[in-house]
């Protein structure tokens, strides 16, 4: 079954605004990834993380590994049109889960209004 | 270089009928992912493949499902006979062994079993 709660399950935001969303578990992850997803079209790499407390970044997009290794956080800032889509997390659970067997969460909707 | 290639991009048949998804991974990775996604489940693995050997099929729905990988640049997802719940979208991703968790997806085969 599902083991990560990501929220907020959708954001309405304006044009210019900071945007955070969150993944957390009852487990300990070894590696968080975020992806996006446009309508159509398949999930997109954004960030990858494999250390807990890493910070990492890639243009507007900010994302860490949570020290407590059961959570993570994106961020985007000054939001523009483009950012709309579906963001997804997804993590490789420790204590022996493979290689490669990653775990997704639910998705934020995000909506950017002009 | 080019992406992960999958095809067809849309599928429509009907139930009980064979249905034959394909895709090509990137070149030189070694690990290959099935997933589908639905609104109800979200995103789900269903087999990967490492070296073209599979790891884990844990995740494929029941005998219906079968998927090969006769090389490192090909591998189908068969569905025999389908039903209409198979309808989905299903994603093909690869990875290489050197950072297996990063995986990179195709566009998605849209699948509607009537």
């Known amino acids: 079954g599902q083991q990560l709660n990501q929220s907020p399950q959708s954001m309405f935001i304006q044009e210019g605004e900071d945007v955070s969303m969150n993944c957390t578990s009852s487990s300990i992850f070894n590696t968080w990834l975020w992806y996006k997803q446009d309508p159509g079209e398949g999930p997109v790499l954004l960030i990858a993380l494999y250390k807990a407390g890493e910070l990492t970044s890639n243009g507007r997009l900010t994302a860490q590994f949570g020290i407590t290794r059961k959570d993570s956080f994106l961020n985007i800032s000054a939001s523009i049109p483009s950012d709309v889509g579906i963001y997804f997390c997804?993590?490789?659970?420790?204590?022996?889960?493979?290689?490669?067997?990653?775990?997704f969460g639910q998705g934020t909707i995000l909506t950017v209004h002009p | 270089d080019a992406g992960v290639i999958q095809s067809p991009r849309h599928e429509v048949t009907e139930m009980g009928q064979e249905v034959t998804l394909r895709c090509k991974p990137i070149?030189?990775?070694?690990?290959l992912f099935w997933y589908r996604q639905t609104m109800m489940r979200g995103l789900e693995l269903l087999i990967y493949f490492n070296n073209n050997v599979p790891i884990d099929d844990s995740g494929m729905p029941e005998d219906r499902f079968s998927a090969k990988m006769p090389n490192a640049s090909f591998s189908t997802l068969k569905i025999q006979p389908s039903e209409p719940r198979d309808s989905a979208v299903y994603f093909c991703a690869s990875s290489s062994l050197l950072s297996p968790d990063t995986q990179y997806f195709g566009p998605g085969t849209r699948l509607t079993v009537l």
């Open positions: 997804a993590g490789r659970q420790a204590g022996g889960t493979s290689y490669g067997k990653l775990t």
């Open positions: 070149s030189g990775h070694n690990s």
